[in-house]
Protein backbone atom coordinates (compact mmCIF):
# COMPACT_ATOMS: atom_id res chain seq x y z
CA UNK A 1 0.00 0.00 0.00
CA UNK A 2 0.80 3.52 -0.63
CA UNK A 3 2.23 5.36 2.22
CA UNK A 4 0.67 8.59 2.60
CA UNK A 5 3.80 9.97 4.80
CA UNK A 6 7.27 10.19 4.28
CA UNK A 7 6.79 11.85 0.84
CA UNK A 8 8.84 14.35 -0.72
CA UNK A 9 7.32 16.40 -3.27
CA UNK A 10 8.02 18.86 -5.77
CA UNK A 11 5.92 21.81 -5.65
CA UNK A 12 8.22 24.05 -7.32
CA UNK A 13 11.00 23.31 -8.94
CA UNK A 14 12.32 26.69 -11.33
CA UNK A 15 14.24 29.55 -10.44
CA UNK A 16 13.99 33.46 -10.82
CA UNK A 17 10.73 34.03 -12.11
CA UNK A 18 7.27 31.69 -12.34
CA UNK A 19 7.02 31.95 -15.93
CA UNK A 20 7.35 29.41 -19.56
CA UNK A 21 5.15 28.07 -21.90
CA UNK A 22 3.01 24.84 -22.15
CA UNK A 23 6.57 23.48 -23.47
CA UNK A 24 8.33 23.90 -20.29
CA UNK A 25 5.46 22.82 -18.27
CA UNK A 26 6.58 19.09 -17.44
CA UNK A 27 9.58 20.22 -15.64
CA UNK A 28 7.61 23.02 -14.02
CA UNK A 29 6.55 26.84 -13.98
CA UNK A 30 6.11 27.46 -10.28
CA UNK A 31 9.17 28.82 -8.43
CA UNK A 32 11.11 26.96 -5.84
CA UNK A 33 9.44 25.13 -2.89
CA UNK A 34 9.60 21.33 -1.67
CA UNK A 35 7.51 19.81 0.49
CA UNK A 36 7.83 16.64 2.91
CA UNK A 37 5.19 14.88 4.46
CA UNK A 38 5.91 13.39 7.87
CA UNK A 39 3.56 11.07 10.48
CA UNK A 40 3.75 14.34 12.39
CA UNK A 41 4.12 17.67 10.56
CA UNK A 42 4.70 19.02 7.44
CA UNK A 43 7.74 20.53 6.31
CA UNK A 44 8.75 23.29 3.10
CA UNK A 45 11.83 24.05 2.08
CA UNK A 46 11.60 27.73 0.29
CA UNK A 47 8.08 29.38 -0.49
CA UNK A 48 8.30 30.36 -3.71
CA UNK A 49 4.90 29.99 -6.02
CA UNK A 50 5.10 26.68 -5.65
CA UNK A 51 4.33 27.24 -1.81
CA UNK A 52 0.78 28.02 -2.95
CA UNK A 53 0.29 24.90 -4.68
CA UNK A 54 0.32 22.88 -1.83
CA UNK A 55 -1.42 25.68 0.31
CA UNK A 56 -3.99 24.65 -1.94
CA UNK A 57 -4.10 20.64 -1.79
CA UNK A 58 -3.54 20.14 1.51
CA UNK A 59 -6.50 18.20 3.23
CA UNK A 60 -8.93 20.65 5.59
CA UNK A 61 -8.77 16.73 7.81
CA UNK A 62 -4.85 17.31 7.58
CA UNK A 63 -4.13 19.45 11.38
CA UNK A 64 -0.64 18.68 11.29
CA UNK A 65 1.69 21.85 11.66
CA UNK A 66 3.70 23.06 9.23
CA UNK A 67 7.23 23.92 9.60
CA UNK A 68 8.75 26.20 6.46
CA UNK A 69 12.31 27.02 6.21
CA UNK A 70 13.97 30.40 3.82
CA UNK A 71 16.77 29.66 2.31
CA UNK A 72 17.38 33.54 1.38
CA UNK A 73 15.27 36.10 0.53
CA UNK A 74 14.89 36.96 -3.15
CA UNK A 75 11.77 36.97 -4.26
CA UNK A 76 11.47 33.97 -6.27
CA UNK A 77 11.68 32.23 -2.59
CA UNK A 78 9.39 33.90 -0.95
CA UNK A 79 6.45 35.31 -3.67
CA UNK A 80 4.23 32.13 -2.90
CA UNK A 81 3.46 33.07 0.84
CA UNK A 82 1.47 35.41 0.89
CA UNK A 83 -1.40 32.92 -1.20
CA UNK A 84 -0.39 30.39 1.25
CA UNK A 85 -3.98 29.80 2.60
CA UNK A 86 -3.03 28.23 5.77
CA UNK A 87 -1.62 31.12 6.75
CA UNK A 88 -4.98 32.76 7.35
CA UNK A 89 -6.55 29.70 8.81
CA UNK A 90 -6.39 30.21 12.46
CA UNK A 91 -6.17 26.29 13.47
CA UNK A 92 -3.06 25.88 11.48
CA UNK A 93 0.31 26.17 13.39
CA UNK A 94 2.86 27.06 11.03
CA UNK A 95 6.56 28.22 12.10
CA UNK A 96 8.54 30.10 9.74
CA UNK A 97 12.42 29.98 10.26
CA UNK A 98 14.55 32.58 8.62
CA UNK A 99 18.17 32.82 8.52
CA UNK A 100 20.11 35.83 9.50
CA UNK A 101 22.16 36.20 6.07
CA UNK A 102 24.79 39.30 5.31
CA UNK A 103 24.23 40.56 8.64
CA UNK A 104 20.77 41.26 8.26
CA UNK A 105 17.27 40.21 9.85
CA UNK A 106 14.80 37.90 7.18
CA UNK A 107 11.90 39.20 9.02
CA UNK A 108 12.69 42.64 7.92
CA UNK A 109 12.60 41.17 4.17
CA UNK A 110 9.44 39.26 4.73
CA UNK A 111 8.11 43.10 5.93
CA UNK A 112 9.22 44.77 3.23
CA UNK A 113 8.13 41.79 0.12
CA UNK A 114 4.51 41.87 1.97
CA UNK A 115 3.30 45.34 2.80
CA UNK A 116 2.16 48.07 0.01
CA UNK A 117 2.60 49.38 -1.94
CA UNK A 118 4.43 45.76 -2.98
CA UNK A 119 1.22 43.71 -1.59
CA UNK A 120 -2.13 45.16 -0.46
CA UNK A 121 -1.14 43.40 3.03
CA UNK A 122 1.08 42.79 5.74
CA UNK A 123 1.98 40.12 7.27
CA UNK A 124 -0.17 41.38 10.66
CA UNK A 125 -2.82 39.65 9.11
CA UNK A 126 -1.61 36.00 9.55
CA UNK A 127 -3.15 34.17 11.88
CA UNK A 128 -2.16 34.56 15.07
CA UNK A 129 -1.02 30.49 15.28
CA UNK A 130 1.72 31.89 12.57
CA UNK A 131 5.37 32.88 13.74
CA UNK A 132 8.60 33.75 12.68
CA UNK A 133 11.97 32.41 13.81
CA UNK A 134 15.29 33.84 13.32
CA UNK A 135 18.66 31.35 13.18
CA UNK A 136 22.50 31.78 12.50
CA UNK A 137 23.05 29.60 9.47
CA UNK A 138 25.38 26.79 11.39
CA UNK A 139 22.38 26.44 13.89
CA UNK A 140 20.65 22.96 14.68
CA UNK A 141 17.22 23.77 14.12
CA UNK A 142 15.54 20.34 16.37
CA UNK A 143 11.94 19.39 15.47
CA UNK A 144 11.12 16.79 17.74
CA UNK A 145 12.78 13.93 19.65
CA UNK A 146 13.75 11.89 16.25
CA UNK A 147 13.86 15.08 13.52
CA UNK A 148 16.53 18.15 13.04
CA UNK A 149 16.98 20.33 10.39
CA UNK A 150 21.12 21.55 10.61
CA UNK A 151 21.75 24.77 8.38
CA UNK A 152 25.03 25.86 6.83
CA UNK A 153 25.83 29.10 4.70
CA UNK A 154 26.46 28.61 0.92
CA UNK A 155 27.51 31.59 -1.29
CA UNK A 156 24.91 33.45 -2.99
CA UNK A 157 24.60 37.39 -3.76
CA UNK A 158 23.59 38.30 -0.51
CA UNK A 159 24.23 34.55 1.43
CA UNK A 160 21.84 31.43 1.20
CA UNK A 161 21.34 28.78 3.55
CA UNK A 162 21.19 25.50 2.99
CA UNK A 163 19.36 22.59 4.78
CA UNK A 164 19.87 18.90 6.01
CA UNK A 165 17.26 17.06 7.74
CA UNK A 166 17.63 14.25 9.61
CA UNK A 167 15.53 11.59 11.14
CA UNK A 168 17.03 9.11 13.52
CA UNK A 169 20.26 10.61 12.89
CA UNK A 170 20.00 9.62 9.26
CA UNK A 171 20.51 12.27 6.36
CA UNK A 172 17.62 12.08 4.91
CA UNK A 173 17.51 15.06 2.89
CA UNK A 174 19.73 18.05 2.08
CA UNK A 175 18.49 21.26 0.42
CA UNK A 176 20.44 23.64 -1.21
CA UNK A 177 18.98 25.81 -3.52
CA UNK A 178 21.16 28.93 -5.60
CA UNK A 179 24.82 28.72 -5.01
CA UNK A 180 27.72 29.57 -6.66
CA UNK A 181 30.99 27.85 -6.67
CA UNK A 182 32.88 30.79 -6.43
CA UNK A 183 35.94 29.07 -4.12
CA UNK A 184 38.14 26.39 -3.96
CA UNK A 185 36.15 24.73 -0.69
CA UNK A 186 32.52 25.18 -2.49
CA UNK A 187 32.58 21.80 -4.15
CA UNK A 188 34.15 19.92 -1.09
CA UNK A 189 31.55 22.30 1.44
CA UNK A 190 28.59 20.69 -0.50
CA UNK A 191 30.04 17.08 -0.12
CA UNK A 192 30.67 17.23 3.13
CA UNK A 193 27.27 18.82 4.39
CA UNK A 194 25.21 15.99 1.99
CA UNK A 195 28.18 13.09 3.16
CA UNK A 196 26.41 10.23 1.33
CA UNK A 197 22.88 11.20 2.65
CA UNK A 198 19.77 9.87 0.94
CA UNK A 199 18.50 13.10 -1.49
CA UNK A 200 20.12 16.04 -2.59
CA UNK A 201 18.27 18.66 -4.26
CA UNK A 202 20.67 21.29 -5.89
CA UNK A 203 20.73 24.06 -7.92
CA UNK A 204 21.92 23.19 -11.79
CA UNK A 205 20.84 26.21 -13.80
CA UNK A 206 23.26 26.54 -16.15
CA UNK A 207 25.45 24.44 -18.76
CA UNK A 208 29.15 25.42 -18.28
CA UNK A 209 29.02 27.27 -21.44
CA UNK A 210 26.26 29.06 -19.92
CA UNK A 211 28.04 29.81 -16.96
CA UNK A 212 30.33 31.81 -18.54
CA UNK A 213 28.59 34.56 -19.15
CA UNK A 214 27.10 34.26 -15.80
CA UNK A 215 29.58 34.54 -13.12
CA UNK A 216 28.35 36.03 -10.32
CA UNK A 217 25.00 35.38 -10.66
CA UNK A 218 25.01 33.17 -7.85
CA UNK A 219 24.04 29.80 -9.15
CA UNK A 220 26.00 26.27 -10.14
CA UNK A 221 26.88 24.24 -13.44
CA UNK A 222 26.10 20.83 -14.35
CA UNK A 223 29.38 20.14 -14.40
CA UNK A 224 29.95 20.92 -10.54
CA UNK A 225 26.84 18.53 -10.52
CA UNK A 226 28.94 15.51 -12.52
CA UNK A 227 31.76 16.50 -9.76
CA UNK A 228 29.35 16.34 -6.88
CA UNK A 229 27.95 13.11 -8.27
CA UNK A 230 30.86 11.01 -8.66
CA UNK A 231 31.54 11.79 -5.29
CA UNK A 232 27.95 10.79 -3.76
CA UNK A 233 27.22 7.74 -5.94
CA UNK A 234 24.73 6.55 -2.80
CA UNK A 235 23.24 9.91 -3.06
CA UNK A 236 19.54 10.26 -5.32
CA UNK A 237 20.30 14.01 -6.64
CA UNK A 238 17.98 16.02 -8.14
CA UNK A 239 18.57 18.77 -10.55
CA UNK A 240 16.68 21.98 -9.62
CA UNK A 241 16.22 25.55 -9.93
CA UNK A 242 15.56 25.36 -13.58
CA UNK A 243 16.22 28.13 -15.39
CA UNK A 244 12.96 29.87 -16.56
CA UNK A 245 13.86 30.67 -20.65
CA UNK A 246 14.37 26.72 -20.94
CA UNK A 247 11.98 24.47 -22.40
CA UNK A 248 11.45 20.81 -21.57
CA UNK A 249 13.18 19.91 -24.37
CA UNK A 250 16.34 22.27 -23.93
CA UNK A 251 16.29 21.03 -19.95
CA UNK A 252 16.37 17.54 -20.95
CA UNK A 253 18.76 17.92 -23.82
CA UNK A 254 21.32 20.29 -21.25
CA UNK A 255 20.85 17.51 -18.65
CA UNK A 256 22.24 14.29 -21.11
CA UNK A 257 25.40 14.10 -20.60
CA UNK A 258 25.17 13.79 -16.65
CA UNK A 259 22.07 11.72 -16.97
CA UNK A 260 24.32 8.77 -18.81
CA UNK A 261 27.09 8.87 -16.73
CA UNK A 262 25.29 9.01 -13.52
CA UNK A 263 22.50 6.87 -12.36
CA UNK A 264 21.92 8.53 -9.36
CA UNK A 265 21.09 11.67 -11.14
CA UNK A 266 17.45 13.03 -11.83
CA UNK A 267 15.75 16.05 -13.08
CA UNK A 268 12.94 17.50 -10.27
CA UNK A 269 9.65 17.70 -11.92
CA UNK A 270 7.17 20.03 -10.21
CA UNK A 271 4.68 17.74 -8.62
CA UNK A 272 7.17 14.78 -8.77
CA UNK A 273 6.56 12.74 -5.45
CA UNK A 274 9.26 10.75 -4.06
CA UNK A 275 8.69 8.14 -1.35
CA UNK A 276 11.18 8.21 1.15
CA UNK A 277 13.05 5.23 2.62
ZN1 LIG B 1 16.55 31.46 -6.90
Redesign the pocket.
Known sequence: MKSETDKLIFWGTR??LPAGEITSAKYGLAT?CVGLVLSDRHIIFDAGSGISLFGNKINSNDKKPIDIFIGHY?Y??LIGLPFFTPLFNKHRNIRVFLPKLDDRNGIDAIDKLISPPLFPISKEMFSETVSFHSFIPGNTIKLNANCSVETSLFPHPGQNCGFRFKRFGNKTLCYI??IENNSENTLENIIEFTENGAHLIIDSSYTQEELKSRRGWGHLSLNDIEIIAAKLPQTKIFLY?HDIFKSDRQIEEDAKGILSKHSNVRLAKQFDTIQLS
Open positions: GGCHDHSDH
